[in-house]
């Protein structure tokens, strides 16, 4: 574990990359590595989280400044220029119900092979997926779902690169912390004392990197 500025968290994010970006309409997501991203201008990313936010706050500018391909998101209401794009051919957004979001990046985590859901039975949602049947009921198979990038938030961290949170800013970080190849953690908080065991939420050995949040 290793503590980067916010501009060498965005340098470590390469064209064409998956990136999974926790928060919930950007609330406990990294604003400082999201602002540097967006002044370096990374192009043709593609965003993995719960929603795309507002154009003019957190991801939300990625999409505004062009910068993701492909949104798999659960949610894009929030952002007129998410769904301006979709129409116009400019964003391929591909809609994953949220319990389903979690339990495919809970899977990936988990070193699952998928996970088995009724959600989106017959609907356009099980297009090109494979139905299970398990005594009697159908399911649809849900595959894992990886980043080469996980860009997060936490509360607290210490030393040793353990986190903790306040209130709901959790949302999908902690899932994230272990689904993709490489993480990068922005903290508001470097403790100067150890984390009591009790309440780490997310342990050291799944972070690569460490940002001080800055306002």
């Not at 709901?168 to 953690?185: C, E, K, P, S, Y």
């Amino acid at each position: 574990m290793k503590i980067i500025s916010a501009k060498e968290a965005a340098d470590l994010i390469k064209e064409g990359d998956s990136v999974m970006l926790g928060g919930f309409m950007g609330c406990g997501s990294a604003i400082s590595c999201i602002d540097a991203l967006v002044e370096k201008g990374t192009k043709n990313l593609t965003l993995i989280g719960n929603d795309t936010a507002r154009e003019d706050f957190s991801y939300g500018k990625l999409i505004r400044n062009k910068q993701i391909k492909k949104a798999i998101t659960t949610h894009i209401g929030t952002n007129k220029e998410t769904g301006r794009q979709m129409s116009d051919g400019e964003l391929e957004v591909i809609l994953v119900p949220q319990g389903t979001l979690a339990e495919r990046i809970r899977a990936s985590r988990s070193g699952l092979g998928g996970v088995l859901v009724t959600t989106g039975l017959g609907t356009e949602v099980a297009q090109g997926k494979q139905i299970i049947n398990v005594d009697g009921k159908d399911y649809l198979l849900e595959r894992p779902l990886r980043a080469d990038i996980a860009l997060i938030y936490a509360t607290y961290a210490d030393k040793y690169g353990n986190l903790a949170y306040d209130g709901t800013t959790r949302n999908f970080n902690v899932l994230m912390a272990m689904a993709a190849d490489l993480v990068i953690v922005e903290i508001e908080e470097m403790l100067d004392t150890p984390l009591n065991p009790n309440n780490v939420v997310v342990p050291g050995i799944a972070i690569d990197y460490i940002v001080q949040h800055k306002e």
